[in-house]
């Protein structure tokens, strides 16, 4: 799970260098951002499914054995084109890692609180591991060309595959019942239409590609919830949505990948082309999010049985939205170590929301649906950070453009250059030049603006699971929106 969430991050600091040698434009450097989670969101409730019924272990072995050839196809990708594919590759694969992870935690720790324990350090893998994918990409930058943060996963996977062959347990649903194909083509005709429709709605505007897509991915989501209802072997219990606890913490656990990864996305960016930092620099200014992530498995458990569930998680959310304003305010100062203060409590707050939220999530069913659980949560993390890149990013981009105050005898290419990124702009007139200096001006209102919003948006969440999450104490456990076995 480590390996997964920095490959989600890890090429957020080599966007200037892979900018300056494939050239791609503003909306493949999105579509490289976005591609990854993308797949992941639309194929983990498939994945899921099938890790439930031929095994968990065998398809998560499997799953990183592909994951390594794809790392090596983006490693070596001669074109922005090329790039985009191999990642698509990489959702691909990693869609079966993730449910897999998930579950055979779920089926390893049957004791709630040793569940929570665990999840609570998969959950700092996961948040931690967004954090700290920076901080590994700048030192693959330091000394080498921008595809060593792809080849550095090869050598991971092949150890991983090793070990994992002996020390992981099998596991898998005595009875499966049938796989639904239809099913599987829905929610993945529903999910990547409907997160399409919203990225480039904000980034284009309402056009002809957007409705129809809207359109689709709207119908094949009521289709799929309808065929799940008359399954009697669904690849989800939609009836669980019905439940105000369960829902309130999926919502928490997709607005908590959506702020952080909306954020960091953009943030590496503006640490080495605003900042002026190198790529090693700027991994060790976001160090602060995954220590803080790393905390929160010390401290859930103590604000479980202080607070409750409900509460801890509503807790949780407030402290993420706070470091969200405290960045905003840091992305002005002069000091870079206001802004890794500043990214402490987001790390933290994420942590402690994500953990809490996934257990109750993955605790809603028998163990011998884990896989199935375990792809609601963990497309609700790929979800939040797919619509986190795409409605923040966006958002910048957009503000950005917005906050442009060009010379009106700048020739058109130039212009075009300016308007089309930050990292264009570097590129093509120069980091010293008077035009450059204006897009730093308009690309640090955007990362502010844009800062406040998604703490806004915290702040909301925040306010809904306090509302539906139960606060019901147990110490050292969380309180589940389900039932057990």
Same mark, same amino acid.
């Given at each position: ?298 401290? !859930?458990?103590?604000?479980? &049985? ?5 509460? +801890?998680?509503? *807790?949780?959310? =407030?402290? #993420? %939205? @706070? /470091? ?40 809603? !069913?028998?163990?011998?649906? &884990? ?5 609601? +949560?963990?497309? *609700?993390?790929? =979800?939040? #950070? %797919? @619509? /986190? ?52 001006? +308009? ?43």
């Amino acid at each position: 799970m480590l390996l997964l969430a920095i490959d989600g991050t890890v090429l957020y600091l080599a966007v200037p260098s892979l900018t300056a040698d494939l050239a791609p434009s503003s909306t493949q450097i999105l579509w490289i951002g976005d591609i990854y989670a993308l797949a992941l969101a639309g194929l983990l409730v498939t994945t899921g499914t099938l890790a439930d019924r031929f095994g968990r272990k065998r398809v998560l072995l499997a799953g990183t054995a592909a994951f390594g050839v794809a790392s090596a196809l983006a490693a070596f990708a001669p074109s922005a084109e090329m790039l985009i594919l191999a990642r698509l590759l990489l959702g691909v694969a990693g869609a079966t890692i993730m449910p897999s992870t998930l579950s055979i935690i779920r089926n390893m720790f049957p004791d709630q609180a040793e569940r929570t324990r665990a999840i609570a350090i998969w959950s700092a893998a996961s948040a931690g591991g967004m954090a700290l994918g920076p901080l590994v990409g700048g030192v693959l930058l330091e000394n080498f060309w921008w595809g060593s943060v792809f080849l550095i996963n090869v050598p991971v996977v092949l150890v991983f595959l090793v070990t994992g062959a002996f020390l992981l347990p099998e596991s898998r649903n005595p009875r499966p019942g049938r796989f639904d194909l239809l099913s599987a083509a829905l929610s993945l005709a529903a999910i990547v239409p409907l997160v399409y429709t919203v990225k480039h709605a904000i980034g284009s505007g309402i056009d002809f590609q957007t409705v129809p897509a809207a359109l689709v991915g709207v119908v094949a989501g009521v289709l799929f919830v309808r065929r799940q209802r008359r399954l009697e072997t669904p690849l989800i219990d939609v009836g669980l949505f019905a439940n105000k606890a369960f829902s309130g913490a999926v919502l928490a656990n997709v607005v908590a990948i959506f702020a952080l990864m909306g954020l960091l996305f953009f943030f590496s960016q503006y640490l080495q082309l605003v900042r002026g930092l190198g790529p090693l620099a700027a991994g060790l200014v976001e160090l602060p999010t995954t220590i803080a992530a790393i905390l929160a498995v010390a401290v !859930v458990g103590v604000l479980v &049985a202080r607070l409750g569930t409900g509460r +801890a998680v509503a *807790a949780g959310l =407030l402290v #993420g %939205a @706070l /470091g969200l304003g405290l960045i905003a305010v840091a992305e002005g100062a002069d000091h870079h170590l206001w802004l890794a203060l500043a990214l402490l409590p987001l790390g933290l707050g994420v942590g402690v929301a994500m953990t809490l939220t996934t257990d109750a999530v993955v605790s809603a !069913v028998p163990s011998q649906r &884990a896989g199935a659980a375990s792809a609601i +949560a963990e497309t *609700a993390y790929e =979800l939040g #950070g %797919a @619509l /986190g890149i795409a409605l923040l990013g966006s958002g910048v981009t957009l503000v950005y453009r917005a906050s442009l105050d060009l010379p009106v005898d700048v020739p058109g290419p130039a212009r075009a250059a300016v308007e089309d990124s930050l990292a264009s702009a570097v590129n093509s007139v120069g980091p010293d030049s008077g035009l450059a200096e204006a897009a730093r001006e +308009a690309f640090t209102t955007a990362m502010q603006v844009t800062s406040v919003v998604a703490a806004g948006i915290t702040v909301v969440a925040a306010l809904i699971a306090w509302r539906t999450i139960p606060s019901g104490r147990k110490t050292g456990t969380a309180v589940t929106a389900g039932t057990e076995e």
